[in-house]
């Protein structure tokens, strides 16, 4: 199946160990006993609130996999601003292969729409002023790939995939390397091209440049402390504000001038989005 994931994500392999946890070593035990093997089912996804969507090719994929016959008509795409009532998926097939389906369906496409809407929130919140929203590590373990591909789905940057693609010198680094200008010679000596240092004092800035840093993370500056680091900086590095970032907060920080504005809360406590599939028999 075509998909807009990642190359490098397994959808085969994500769905098989979905499906298996659901399933367990038994099988969907109520649709066996309540549902007529040959039943055939005609299902709607739609959307009951303003939602950014996506996941609609896991959705897809955990019902071919159960029913490799089954009919998907898709009517909206990945990153699409859809109403609430919004149609985003017809489907017709197995009956029980659609119930079976549907809990782990549901599940990922409400998950990942609901950090796309959310990301899209913050993206409209700082429309204008130049900077550009990220995302960070801040996602639950196994599914960073799709969690970022949500983020991306709703208008923001990914940052940073892991611990291998760029050096992050945070507070714990600086204080055992014994400062900040220390930490980022180590890393600098070690090879690294990609140096990102969070700072947290205006002092620190000027000595983690001169030893090399190429972006620095602006920790929990208020916007006035924001702009002052900005004007210190002059365009030399990237610089990216962090913390205390919410939807009330993210304009004033974002007109402090910062190249980015990187927003943790967007896959660590976005809400599931309101999906629902319904099912109808089909006689």
């Known amino acids: 199946m075509k998909t807009a994931l990642p190359e490098s994500f397994d959808i085969d392999a994500f769905v098989a160990a979905t499906l298996a946890?659901?399933?367990g070593t038994i099988g969907d035990i109520t649709s066996a006993a309540v549902i007529p093997a040959d039943a055939r089912f005609t299902g709607v996804m739609d959307s009951r609130d303003p939602?950014?969507?996506a996941g609609l090719?896991?959705?897809e994929a955990f019902f071919r996999a159960l029913d490799?016959?089954?009919?998907?008509?898709?009517?909206?795409?990945?990153?699409?601003?859809?109403?609430a009532g919004t149609e985003l998926m017809r489907l017709e097939g197995a009956g029980r292969a659609m119930l079976t389906a549907e809990r782990s369906a549901l599940n990922t496409v409400q998950h990942l729409s609901g950090i796309a809407?959310?990301?899209?929130?913050?993206?409209?919140?700082?429309?204008?002023?130049?900077?550009?929203?990220?995302?960070?590590?801040?996602?639950?373990?196994?599914?960073?790939?799709?969690?970022?591909?949500?983020?991306?789905?709703?208008?923001?940057?990914?940052?940073r995939m892991g611990l291998w693609d760029a050096a992050m010198i945070k507070d714990n680094h600086v204080a055992v390397a014994g400062g900040v200008a220390e930490a980022v010679r180590r890393a600098k000596a070690a090879g690294i091209a990609q140096i990102i240092v969070e700072v947290d004092r205006i002092d620190q800035i000027e000595p983690a440049?001169?030893?090399?840093?190429?972006?620095?993370?602006?920790?929990?500056?208020?916007?006035?402390?924001?702009?002052?680091?900005?004007a210190l900086v002059a365009g030399r590095v990237p610089t990216e504000a962090?913390?205390?970032?919410?939807?009330?907060?993210?304009?004033?920080?974002?007109?402090?001038?910062?190249?980015?504005?990187?927003?943790?809360?967007?896959?660590q406590s976005a809400p599931a989005a309101d999906i629902g599939l319904d099912f109808a028999t089909v006689e």
Do not use: C, F
């Open 242 to 267: 962090s913390g205390g970032v919410n939807l009330d907060t993210i304009r004033a920080i974002a007109e402090s001038g910062v190249t980015y504005v990187s927003v943790g809360r967007l896959t």
């Open 117 to 159: 809407t959310m990301t899209r929130a913050y993206v409209d919140a700082i429309e204008g002023t130049g900077a550009i929203l990220l995302d960070t590590r801040k996602t639950i373990p196994g599914l960073r790939m799709l969690e970022k591909y949500a983020t991306r789905m709703g208008g923001a940057q990914n940052h």
């Open 209 to 230: 440049l001169e030893a090399g840093a190429t972006h620095l993370l602006l920790d929990n500056m208020p916007p006035a402390m924001l702009r002052e680091a900005v």
């Open 21 to 23: 946890e659901d399933l």
């Open 57 to 59: 090719d896991l959705a």
């Open 51 to 53: 939602i950014v969507v």
């Open 68 to 83: 490799s016959d089954v009919r998907i008509e898709r009517l909206v795409r990945d990153g699409q601003q859809v109403a």
